[in-house]
């Protein structure tokens, strides 16, 4: 009997994908291979407890055991088939695929299909359309390319469609490398189509789902993270900025504020470095969750971490809503000379620990769509810069 359990890790999307593969024997093993884009990467405390045990349960995000990684060998068992998503019965293995499919002439699909690609692979005879759908390789989300890819097929005299969840690396040569071997896994000895330069006429249908799938970014989800000192101002814009979105009408919007929060969703925690990060972390999968129905989050923490801010750009992205950043930039001595808690000469007799810009670090966003410092200048002339922003970027028009 074991006394300590397995160790579990919940990896991202694309290494999802990519262990799929290696379990279906699409793709070889082991993860993590030199020079090898097939990664995984395990937090501190799941790594050690992972080079104890020897192995690494790999779950998925509801929790449940997909394979079993040997650490830090990287070698993949599967344990069960994922259970999660849509579409989900069209992902077949490649032998499931060569069983079902035999004598299909094959052709990869990674974007919706025009009409001229229709009428292309109509000439070609009974076919496997596989849709490419792993995480970052569509223009489109892979719920949308299937449901297009579906369509496309509805109107061709003879066609399958399975989908294969090939993930994109961030490295094109690395990238087409792994299509070649999933694509060639998957058609076995039969012919690949590889579909001639594209069109932009897409049948009415099609036009449709794209469109749905890529809302112009007026009507997109948004999230405008205000990041900053304390007292530099966050709280006071994002009230101002909610208040013009409300007397406009046009939508609705959910505040996150860094004190407001942390006196409910994020109740108990300390302003440790790790704390603070899952504070932020809370905050970015609320505001995510928000833009994912096309809502609007104003979020105003300091987040003085770089790293946790790009999770939450992450977090935003896969949701489908766009990120907005605003870096009040009010220098801390501004902030300090107005002191509006008292908190700041509190910090300085060292009667509040770890407190930011005194005894903690901010670190300055290098990528805020808007940097506004907000000394010397009246709420409503520095809100300006940032509605002025919003409007540039097509996102808002107050
Ligand atoms: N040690 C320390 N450091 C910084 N701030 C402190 C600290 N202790 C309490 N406070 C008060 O908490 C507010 C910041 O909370 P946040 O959740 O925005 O911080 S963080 O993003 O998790 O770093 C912050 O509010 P704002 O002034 O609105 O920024 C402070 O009032
Ligand atoms: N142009 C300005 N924009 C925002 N706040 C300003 C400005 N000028 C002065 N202030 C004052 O600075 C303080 C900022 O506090 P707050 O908005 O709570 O900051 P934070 O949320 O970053 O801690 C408020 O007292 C506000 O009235």
Not at 47 to 67: F, H, K, N, Q, R
């Amino acid at each position: 009997m074991r006394d300590v359990p397995v160790p579990q890790h919940s990896p991202s999307p694309r290494e999802l994908d990519d262990i799929e593969l290696i379990v279906s024997g699409a793709l070889p093993g082991p993860l993590n291979a030199p020079g090898s884009p097939l990664t995984l990467a395990l937090p501190d405390a799941v790594a050690s407890a992972a080079t104890v045990d020897g192995s690494v349960e790999i779950v998925d995000p509801e929790g449940l055991p997909l394979a079993r990684v040997t650490w830090p060998a990287g070698e993949v068992t599967g344990l069960s088939s994922p259970a999660y998503g849509p579409f989900r019965r069209l992902y077949l293995t490649p032998e499931q695929t060569r069983t079902e499919y035999a004598g299909r002439t094959v052709v990869p699909v990674a974007d919706a299909l025009t009409t001229t690609e229709i009428d292309e692979i109509a000439a070609l005879g009974p076919v496997l359309l596989l849709a490419l759908v792993g995480h970052g390789t569509p223009s489109l989300s892979p719920v949308a390319l299937l449901r297009a890819t579906l369509l496309a097929a509805d109107t061709l005299p003879d066609a399958a469609v399975v989908a294969v969840p090939l993930a994109a690396h961030d490295d094109p040569e690395a990238d087409h490398a792994l299509g070649v071997a999933v694509v060639a896994a998957y058609a076995g000895e039969d012919e690949v189509h590889a579909l001639a330069a594209d069109s932009d006429d897409y049948p009415d249908a099609i036009a449709a789902v794209i469109d749905r799938d890529q809302p112009a970014p007026a009507e997109q989800g948004l999230v405008v993270f205000f990041t900053g000192l304390s007292g530099s101002g966050k709280s006071t814009l994002a009230r101002a900025l909610m208040d013009r979105i409300l007397e406009q009408g046009a939508r609705t919007v959910t505040s996150l504020d860094g004190d407001v929060v942390r006196r409910n969703l994020s109740a108990g925690l300390t302003f440790s470095k790790e704390d603070r990060e899952t504070n932020i972390r809370r905050i970015g999968w609320v505001a995510a969750e928000i833009s994912r129905h096309g809502g609007l989050a104003v979020c105003s923490p300091i987040a003085p971490f770089d790293s946790t801010r790009q999770d939450v750009r992450r977090y935003v992205d896969d949701a489908g809503g766009a990120f907005f950043l605003v870096h009040v930039a009010t220098p801390l001595e501004e902030c300090e000379r107005r002191d509006r808690k008292g908190l700041y000469a509190k910090a300085r007799r060292g009667e509040i620990p770890e407190f930011t810009g005194i005894s903690s670090p901010y670190e300055e966003p290098a990528d805020a769509d808007v940097r506004v410092d907000t000394t010397g200048r009246s709420i409503d002339d520095a809100l300006d810069d940032v509605i002025e922003g919003l409007r540039e970027a097509g996102y808002l028009d107050l």
